[in-house]
């Protein structure tokens, strides 16, 4: 079952090796960095929201962590299920503290997404999770965890693959650059090379496209559209000063992501940020006589003011790359490019 049926069922250079490390953002909180991924750590495999259908599925997941080179150590409750969610919020929620408490744990990946992060938030204790800086992974549902450790903790987390699937080539080697070598002056999401060019053979699927051209910086900010949303006039509602806002979603019809935008567009959201960069849209629900995915998203962003541009390898797509969640990053419209100022580990 996908997310939105779930829903509708409800009614800077690395610095010193060290546990974490400090800089202020443009709120003045102390920016917190976890330690960098090497080969032999340990990594706590949790998952927040929805649950895979079979056990053998968690054997998998465990599977494809320890061909990363991890050892992995399996939440207290990953077995779980309570109907479409990984268990009950307590039991998720207590997961998830138990890990980032763990001296063991290394880093935290997510089993898969679905539907259920957000109604952990009042749960978790967020004092323990800046206690206790480590790297979380993951993307879609997640995007409610990363919003909210952000905005309480000033911790970086990672918009990235679950481990509940096979990482691809690509998403390896974006995994290997961004959580493992962690080098500033890093593209983030550019599209992998078209590998079948030739005469009359040019890329189609994973093309760039500028809406607005300028250059800005900003500490990065987002995940998938509906979930930001879903936090608006929430006690988790992010901060959109000066961030570059990266967003992305899937089965959503362009009214749909239409009126998204626009919601955040009335709440002054967009109005605060420094640059947009959207990623992929996938599965859209189309109908005749609507407009298109382009139009939605070019017409919504018009008249902001700031960089905005389309296309980058973040979303429900096989080949993903990991954004730093709360990294600064600097948005070049005129190249299309999304580079790491800092990369948000130490």
Request: glycine share 10%; proline share 6%.
């Amino acid at each position: 079952m996908d997310r939105r049926s779930l829903i509708k069922t409800m009614a800077a250079l690395p610095l010193a090796v060290g546990v974490s490390a400090s800089v202020g953002d443009e709120a003045g909180r102390p920016l917190l960095r976890p330690k960098r991924l090497r080969k032999g750590m340990t990594v706590g495999l949790v998952s927040p929201a929805s649950n895979v259908a079979e056990d053998e599925d968690i054997a998998f997941a465990m599977d494809v962590v320890r061909s990363l080179g991890f050892q992995v150590k399996p939440a207290q409750h990953l077995y779980q299920r309570t109907q479409y969610l990984a268990g009950t919020d307590r039991q998720r929620a207590d997961d998830l503290n138990a890990m980032f408490a763990d001296k063991a744990v290394d880093a935290i990946f997510c089993l898969r997404g679905g539907y259920g992060s957000s109604r952990l938030l009042p749960l978790l204790d967020y004092d323990l999770i800046a206690a206790n800086p480590k790297v979380l992974m993951g993307y879609s549902d997640i995007t409610a965890l990363h919003c909210a450790i952000s905005q309480r903790t000033g911790l970086v987390t990672f918009h990235g693959p679950i481990v509940g699937d096979n990482f691809t080539e690509y998403s390896y080697e974006q995994f290997r650059q961004t959580l493992m070598q962690a080098r500033a002056r890093q593209l983030l999401a550019v599209p992998p090379p078209f590998e079948d060019a030739g005469p009359g053979r040019v890329e189609k699927e994973n093309r760039l496209t500028v809406f607005n051209p300028g250059v800005a910086e900003g500490p990065l900010l987002g995940g998938n559209l509906s979930l930001v949303c879903h936090l608006m006039g929430t006690p988790w509602e992010p901060d959109f000063s000066g961030r570059i806002l990266f967003l992305e979603d899937v089965h959503e019809a362009p009214y749909r992501v239409d009126r998204m935008l626009t919601q955040l567009r009335l709440a002054g959201a967009l109005d605060k940020v420094a640059g947009i960069a959207f990623g992929k849209f996938t599965e859209a629900e189309t109908r005749n006589n609507t407009f298109s995915m382009e139009q939605v998203l070019r017409e919504r962003t018009a008249g902001l003011g700031v960089p905005v541009i389309r296309g980058l390898m973040i979303g429900h797509v096989e080949d993903q790359a990991v954004v730093p969640v709360g990294a600064r990053a600097r948005l070049d419209a005129g190249s299309a490019t999304l580079t790491l100022i800092d990369p948000g580990l130490v």
